[in-house]
């Protein structure tokens, strides 16, 4: 949770553009390519040892007596990689070049801030204690991911024993139907000629023809969706009494008036968890067996069994460790979660998913007749 806070705090200052990282050396004791055949072959990258100076501070030494060229303080490659690694491990390159930058920066401005005595404030008191609980914040949530990490063997067939449901993987022929009919808006007939009546237009005027009742959209909905369910249900059986899937589902698109190709019915190594909530239930269908129609808001399903298998302990080893760790770090952590309560006389209600952000400076005054302000 914590991990790149300190990085965030360390490299504020950073420049926003990532440079590219440089070429890749060549392999160690592997000779450059001669000039005259690879004109554009990089030499490899010179070596740089532990104790190699890597950044040099111009201008800024300890020593006040020195001036010139000889104040200066530079800091070897060791001594750099330790705060790297200590703010992100495994930095890229680049990175690796805004912190130095920062970190140079920083150096000579917080020396003059001491000399200023700014580290003696209480400000400068708060925002350390803050930024210690931060550090440990960051090292506790590394420590508790280790721990979590440690899963067993047993732990591992355990768990595999238990949930073997969740490792089978079928192999369906699935028919979508549209939810409901998709309705196209009739095109407005032309009107008729005026001119001389004839005796069947005079007919037609007298015979009073049925009044022809016209459907909410909400009847019309329900209607499209009851005309729906029943066409899966005859499809149901269509593909029950061994029909082809592939018609069938173009049958299914073209009573729904959907237009386009329709995807593929096959689905393969299908896991239950893989399905929605109301769907999984399919995976309990015998090889060749045909599921009922399972209707949901966005459509109609049908299922039919083609094969099932269930993996291996040796193959699903890696996810029941991950799943594992991932479950042990959730529990470690929510014993720290959670567990503030707020005034919100102070701090204000909480807002929920999709609330508006409350006005900056809280509620505006009234204004009165006559202000020059007013609307």
């Known amino acids: 949770m914590f991990r790149q806070l300190l990085v965030c705090l360390l490299l504020v200052a950073f420049v926003s553009a990532q440079t590219a990282p440089p070429a890749t050396p060549a392999p160690a004791g592997q000779p ?4 005259a055949t690879a004109p554009d072959a990089q030499p490899p990258a010179p070596t740089v040892g532990p104790d190699d100076v890597i950044i040099t501070i111009k201008n800024f030494c300890t020593d006040s007596s020195l001036t010139g060229d000889a104040c200066k303080t530079t800091i070897t490659k060791a001594q750099f990689e330790k705060l790297a690694d200590a703010l992100q491990p495994n930095m890229s390159p680049a990175m690796r ?16 801030a001491e000399k200023r005595g700014l580290d003696k404030t209480p400000h400068f008191d708060e925002a350390t204690h803050f930024a210690r609980m931060q550090i440990l914040s960051q090292d506790l949530g590394k420590a508790l991911q280790t721990d979590s990490g440690n899963v067993s063997d047993q732990d591992i067939q355990d768990y595999y024993q238990k949930n073997t449901a969740n490792f089978e993987m079928a192999t369906f022929i699935r028919i979508f139907v549209p939810h409901t009919k998709r309705v196209e808006t009739p095109a407005v007939m032309p009107a008729k000629k005026t001119g001389a009546k004839s005796d069947s237009d005079s007919t037609a005027k007298t015979t009073p023809k049925p009044p022809i009742k016209k459907l909410s959209p909400e009847e019309q909905q329900k209607a499209g969706e009851e005309a729906m369910k029943a066409e899966a249900a005859r499809l149901r059986t269509r593909l029950n009494a061994g029909e082809d899937p592939e018609k069938l589902e173009k049958a299914a698109f073209a009573a729904g008036g959907l237009p386009g190709t329709p995807p593929p019915t096959k689905m393969e190594k299908v896991r239950r ?7 999984q239930a399919v995976m309990e269908l015998k090889e060749g067996e045909v599921s009922e129609v399972i209707s949901d808001p966005s459509g109609n399903y049908i299922y039919k069994m083609a094969s099932k298998e269930t993996m ?8 029941i460790k991950n799943t ?14 959670n567990n503030a309560d707020l005034n919100d006389a102070y701090f204000g209600p909480a807002r929920g998913p999709g609330m508006p952000m409350p006005p900056r400076g809280g509620p505006k005054p009234p204004v009165k007749a006559g202000d020059p302000d007013r609307d």
């Open 32 to 35: 450059a390519a001669p000039a």
């Open 97 to 112: 070049r805004q912190l130095a930058t920062a970190y140079a920066r920083m150096l000579t401005m917080s020396t003059e």
């Open 273 to 279: 968890t893989s399905l929605p909530p109301s769907h």
């Open 312 to 319: 291996t302990l040796d193959s699903a080893k890696t996810e």
């Open 324 to 337: 594992i760790s991932a479950q042990r770090y959730r529990e470690s952590m929510q014993k720290f979660q």
